[in-house]
């Protein structure tokens, strides 16, 4: 797998910048989620998913849209993890 360096930031509700990192892109259930790391979350291991829109002819940008079904974000979880625990596997 080709690995991914994306760069991005986030605004919050309040109008706060957030930076992160784009790991991962995971189909689920035919929609496609992002994985993000946040910026300072590398010792945690903590992500974000959200669900990646994205946009259309008529528009030059993609979303990001918040994800709320738990069981999706834990679908989604398991998948990058599952992911990255065969690569590791594949590595050895």
Same mark, same amino acid.
Do not use: C, H, P, Q
């Given at each position: $797998? *080709? &690995? $991914?360096?994306?760069?991005?930031?986030?605004t919050d509700e309040e109008g706060n910048e957030i930076?992160c990192e784009m790991l991962d892109m995971i189909e !689920? @259930?035919?929609?496609? !989620? +992002? =994985? #993000?790391? $946040? *910026?300072?979350? /590398? &010792?945690?291991? @903590?992500?974000?998913?959200? /669900?990646?829109?994205?946009?259309?002819d008529d528009s030059d940008s993609d979303d990001l849209?918040? =994800? &709320?079904? /738990?069981? =999706?974000?834990?679908? =989604? #979880?398991? #998948?990058?993890?599952?992911?990255?625990? /065969? &690569?590791?596997?594949? +590595? *050895?």
């Open positions: $797998m *080709e &690995e $991914m360096n994306n760069n991005i930031t986030l930076n !689920y @259930e035919g929609k496609t !989620y +992002a =994985v #993000l790391g $946040m *910026e300072g979350s /590398e &010792e945690t291991g @903590e992500v974000a998913i959200m /669900e990646y829109v994205f946009g259309d849209i918040s =994800v &709320e079904d /738990e069981k =999706v974000l834990d679908a =989604v #979880l398991d #998948l990058f993890i599952a992911r990255y625990e /065969e &690569e590791d596997g594949d +590595a *050895e």
